[in-house]
């Protein structure tokens, strides 16, 4: 349980009586959005330095609104990290008497919500809707109404009825989703429950009122701290200002991007501060071909691999740049046509016609391009492929005149023949961007 400290109005107040000192609510706490209050609650400055996710390259702070929020994904952002707290309970008070007269006590603690800390992949361009958890309200002073539930979910609390029998509401859930209905919520960090006799409790997901990530979008393991927001406490009988959450967003810039085989061209841009990028490049190995009379397999003619080379080259950030992963050659065995040749260079292959003069289709060069120019700066050819007269690799082995650190091999994903149908060999392009 979190400490409280009290002012020195506040100390005077609780031990004299209601009439001495502060007469306010409001000369009491300092306002929801001021986390430097007088019950010594961390600033928001604090609360994100504890974050366990990495430090970002820049963040987006969300404070409570009473209304769905959104944001758009920045340009070159893959990945953000949320640090999102659900909306505190409610407290509550106590009410008995002492020498005839009644009195008001301090009640008990709220729960504060959840904190949830993930890292979440996202898209360039999309959009976001940010849903921060407001506070429940806590028992009010000689008022027969029902504390009302948080924001986003808080359930409500038991009206004070001059007896114990009294209950802080539930605070709301804080929440990302990607749209504005509630089942597209990817990202929950349940409401604090109120406390008393009959509370509400906290907002969360569905009935269960759990925290909860879609795994789908989560990176890693999420971290989750229960109670996290400073507990809450009737100070003399005044109902509490609601103790909302917030959401922190951090935005990461990649260090590196793996592309795979798809097909067509893929682009990217050089992040900020960015100097130079290492390029991985693979070209994709060519078809092979397996020659069978009567069952029996006369000649298994293995295909070649694409070649494999590293190199750093110079950059400006901002370019963009232009990827073409190479697709594998196909195999070549009973086919009556021509094995097509892989993307990006290919050459085709020759189609079996029982006399054993069949051969497997080339793979692809695997490329990459600055788009200011359209000059190919790393390229890693295809294989050929395996057989009588096969397809010839797409491209060539080469890099851009200012490349440095670079080395090659060739045949480096060759391949037997395992099946007419197997999957081809594909390239893939690895960059790695240097400060």
């Known amino acids: 349980m979190k400490k409280i400290f009290f002012t020195p109005c506040l100390s005077v107040f609780l031990l004299i009586s209601l ?11 300092s306002s929801s959005n001021d986390l430097t209050n007088t019950i010594g609650v961390e600033s928001v400055n604090d609360l994100i330095q504890t974050s366990s996710l990495p430090t970002p ?22 990945l953000i990290g949320v640090d999102a707290v659900g909306g505190g309970g409610g407290a509550y008070l106590i009410y008995s008497t002492q020498g005839g007269y009644g009195y008001i006590s301090a009640g008990g603690y709220s729960q504060g919500g959840t904190r ?39 359930i ?49 997901w569905s009935n269960s009122w759990s925290n909860y990530i879609n795994s789908s979008y989560a990176q890693g393991a999420p971290t989750f701290t229960d109670d996290y927001n400073p507990d809450r406490d009737i100070i003399g009988g005044y109902l509490i200002t609601p103790n909302n959450g917030f959401v922190n967003i951090n935005f990461y810039y990649p260090k590196d991007r793996t592309f795979y085989y798809n097909g067509s061209v893929q682009t990217f841009k050089v992040p900020p501060s960015v100097t130079s990028m290492t390029v991985e490049a ?7 071909y397996k020659y069978t009379i009567n069952g029996i397999t006369n000649t298994n003619f293995t295909s070649i691999g694409g070649s494999r080379i590293i190199a750093t080259v110079p950059v400006t950030a901002g370019d963009w740049y232009s ?29 079996w016609n029982y006399t054993g003069s069949g051969g497997g289709s080339g793979g692809g060069a695997t490329t990459i391009s600055n788009n200011n120019n359209n000059i190919i700066i790393v390229s890693a050819r295809g294989g050929n492929g395996g057989g009588y007269n ?3 690799g797409g491209g060539g082995t080469y890099t851009s005149s200012n490349a440095y650190n670079v080395s090659s091999s060739d045949n480096y994903n060759g391949r037997n023949y395992s099946s007419e149908n197997e999957n081809p060999y594909n390239g893939m392009l690895k960059v790695t961007f240097n400060k």
């Open 323 to 351: 990827v073409k992963v190479g697709g594998g050659g196909q195999n070549a065995y009973v086919r009556v046509y021509l094995p097509v040749g892989g993307y990006n260079g290919g050459g085709e292959g020759t189609a």
């Open 156 to 204: 409500n609390g038991t009206a004070y009825n001059f007896s114990s029998a009294n209950g802080g509401a539930g605070g709301g859930a804080t929440d990302i989703r990607t749209n504005s209905n509630e089942n597209s919520r990817i990202v929950i960090a349940r409401g604090g429950n109120g406390q008393g006799t009959g509370p509400g409790r906290g907002g969360g």
């Open 282 to 288: 693979l070209g994709a190995a060519g078809g092979a």
């Open 57 to 78: 390259d820049f963040s987006q702070y969300f404070d409570y609104t009473g209304s769905l929020q959104s944001f758009t994904v920045p340009e070159n952002i893959y």
């Open 390 to 392: 096969p397809g010839i």
């Open 116 to 154: 949830v800390q993930t890292l979440i992949s996202v898209t360039p361009g999309q959009v976001l809707y940010v849903n921060v958890g407001g506070g429940g309200e806590s028992v009010p002073n000689f008022a027969n109404r029902v504390p009302l539930g948080g924001y986003n979910g808080g």
């Open 19 to 29: 009439l001495i000192g502060c007469n306010k609510s409001s000369d009491l706490l």
